[in-house]
């Protein structure tokens, strides 16, 4: 049987592998002319491959239509990709989070890998070739259509008879992932469920956060709430990082997903109503935290205020704390009295910031929205309107927070749709 695939990101080559081995002569098409591009750039260069949790804990890392993915998490798990790692020579080693990275720490080494068993498989790999559309003719089966090939915009002509799109989102469009593959699948008949930034750095108070630009805090935890309800969107615990627009790092970068999920954002954000409060001592209850002040305060009793903060916080936040806290920077310590303690100890508590909006879709690291879930066979991810289209990966209506999540959702919808 002939098979193309379109897109040459880990779905699509995992698809290609997964196809290939079902002794399928198989065609992997790249618009780009080298493979993998964004996942080169995973893991800040070093891939973060999956997670080390068990499967059925990926589908609650997954606000975007986690269930969907019950079949094909079963079908191809985390350790099945990291034994193909190993029979191609590459170790794996865990770290803080359950992330799970390459010895080498060099996403490289984990495209090697793809591309050594593209060959092995005799997968042929056509660079430098973009389709512009998937040709199909009338099934036998009624009302529906049946692939029959796809045409390049150089006009070339190829014929098959499986497809499997595997094309991206619209996140990191450099790297090729422009969205291109939801005109495709929108020419068959699907739904496209309009895509979102999710996974993206956050836009806040930017006096506030340029003055903090480049503080890196670890062992926080941030509560993500809509003012305007009093409900809490989104709770986590880590690290994150003060930028010269607003919020990023790993907490702030989950807590997106759930806040492109929340009835009428886009106003809620105009409005100022979503609001981002960090404890920055989140291991000591308030009494406990109001003693180390104490047992500080007493340390630097005839210091003025604003220097007696250094053993308890980060250098580049004590200005911007002593600030918020409206005691007078220069009032001594031990004049200080017990209710500006307490205001001081809230502050640390609950660091307020407002949420103004989300960083543009290129910025973000996975897109929310695609192909309608609905339109897709979850067991064998095959289309429900043509015969013979298959999809894969980010171009699906699926996404989940960082942590090598939506690479394995890569993996596993490439390769049930490369066996089906």
């Keep these: 049987m002939k098979v193309i695939v379109i897109g040459a990101g880990p779905a699509g080559m995992m698809a290609a592998i997964s196809s290939a081995k079902q002794n399928n002569e198989v065609i992997l098409l790249e618009k780009n002319h080298t493979l993998g591009r964004k996942l080169l750039i995973t893991g800040k260069g070093r891939c973060n491959i999956t997670s080390s949790l068990e499967m059925s804990e990926f589908i609650h890392h997954t606000p975007g239509n986690g269930k969907f993915l019950y079949s094909v998490f079963e079908q191809f798990t985390n350790q099945d990709m990291i034994q193909m790692l190993k ?90 992932s422009n969205g291109s593959g939801y005109k495709l699948a929108e020419e068959l008949g699907h739904t496209i469920i309009d895509p979102k930034a999710s996974i993206v750095p956050l836009e806040a108070d930017r006096t506030l956060c340029q003055n903090l630009q480049g503080l890196s805090l670890k062992n926080v935890k941030i509560v993500l709430q809509n003012r305007e309800s009093h409900k809490k969107i989104y709770e986590d615990f880590g690290e994150m990082v003060f930028t010269h627009f607003g919020v990023s790092g790993p907490t702030i970068l989950s807590s997106s997903a759930h806040l492109l999920r929340v009835k009428n954002v886009e106003r809620l954000l105009e409005e100022g109503k979503i609001n981002l409060s960090i404890d920055l001592k989140p291991a000591l209850l308030e009494e406990e935290l109001d003693n180390r002040i104490r047992r500080d305060f007493q340390e630097f009793k005839n210091k003025e205020f604003k220097n007696s903060l250094e053993k308890l916080l980060p250098k580049k936040i004590i200005e911007t704390v002593v600030a918020l806290s409206q005691i007078n920077p220069a ?21 307020e910031i407002t949420i103004t909006g989300f960083r543009p879709i290129d910025e973000a690291i996975v897109t929310a929205g695609g192909v309608s879930v609905k339109e897709i066979n979850p067991k064998t991810m095959e289309s429900k309107l043509v015969d013979g289209v298959y999809f894969a990966g980010e171009i699906i209506d ?23």
Excluded: H
Aim: net charge positive; proline share 1%.
């Design 87 to 176: 029979e191609n020579g590459l170790e794996v080693k865990k770290e803080r989070g359950n992330r799970i990275f390459p010895v080498t720490d060099r996403a490289q080494s984990v495209l090697d890998c793809f591309i050594k068993e593209l060959k092995k498989n005799k997968v042929e790999i056509r660079t430098n070739q973009e389709v512009s559309k998937i040709l199909v003719k009338k099934a036998q089966t009624a009302d529906k259509k049946a692939v029959v090939g796809v045409k390049m915009t150089t006009g070339e002509v190829l014929t098959c008879e499986k497809v499997i799109i595997g094309t991206g989102g619209k996140s990191y469009p450099k790297t090729g």
């Design 331 to 351: 009032k001594k310590v031990n004049e200080i009295t017990k209710e500006e303690r307490r205001k001081l100890v809230k502050l640390l508590k609950c660091f």
């Design 398 to 420: 699926v996404d989940s927070y960082t942590g090598g999540f939506n690479l394995q959702i890569a993996y596993s919808t490439g390769f049930v749709a490369g066996k089906n």
